[in-house]
């Protein structure tokens, strides 16, 4: 293979190149633009339940971007941060499932500053309560997750509106080392 073959063939593997080098390209815009939406192409926030769940997610899957878009602040001293979001691609609504333990004084800080009056008592009173949907928390997404609300433990419940477009329900189980709240919030 002389001189003479690699003139003739350069062309060819040039070509080739550039090819590759275009797809390659290609594939990075692919990857940037819809990696977000389809599940890949960035980097999963851990606390995170399961970002390619079973419904279509947008977003950059970051709790921050998440309680921006629901206008959700985070109590102080928020541990065990879980959240899920199935925010819709075509349009702003959403559902919000958020779970944190605190402190007690954390939260009722976190509750006066959201306006959430809340009601006391077992399980069997928040889903006996007309005005609060229960079934938020004890519907499949909130069970797949690992919500669990044992009959003997006392809860606090309410609702309050976040913005015009945001409505957030709580549920909250006091335990002696601090609370666990879940959250749901409505994005309409």
């Known amino acids: 293979m002389g001189a003479r073959y690699w003139l003739l063939e350069l062309p060819k593997y040039l070509a080739l190149l550039l090819i590759a080098a275009g797809l390659s390209g290609m594939l990075g815009i692919f990857s940037a ?83 959430l009056s809340l009601n006391s008592g077992s399980v069997h009173t928040w889903q006996a309560d007309d005005e609060f949907d229960s079934r938020a928390f004890l519907g499949d997404a909130a069970q797949g997750h690992g919500w669990d609300f044992p009959v003997s433990h006392t809860y606090l419940w309410g609702e309050y509106t976040a913005s015009d477009a945001v409505s957030v329900q709580v549920t909250v189980d006091r335990q002696v080392s601090g609370d666990t ?6 994005h309409r």
């Not at 349009?91 to 944190?100: A, I």
């Not at 709240?181 to 409505?186: C, F, K, N, P, T």
Request: proline letters at 3%; one cysteine or more; aromatic letters at 12%.
């Open 33 to 115: 633009s819809l990696g977000p939406v389809l599940g890949f192409g960035y980097s999963v926030d851990p606390r995170d339940y399961d970002r390619s769940g079973d419904g279509v997610a947008s977003g950059d899957g970051s709790l921050e971007a998440v309680l921006a878009h629901y206008e959700i602040a985070m109590p102080c001293l928020a541990t065990g941060v879980r959240f899920y979001d199935s925010e819709s691609l075509v349009g702003s609504e959403g559902t919000l499932g958020l779970r944190f333990d605190t402190s007690r004084a954390c939260f009722e800080s976190f509750a006066r500053d959201a306006g």
């Open 181 to 186: 709240a879940y959250l749901i919030g409505e």
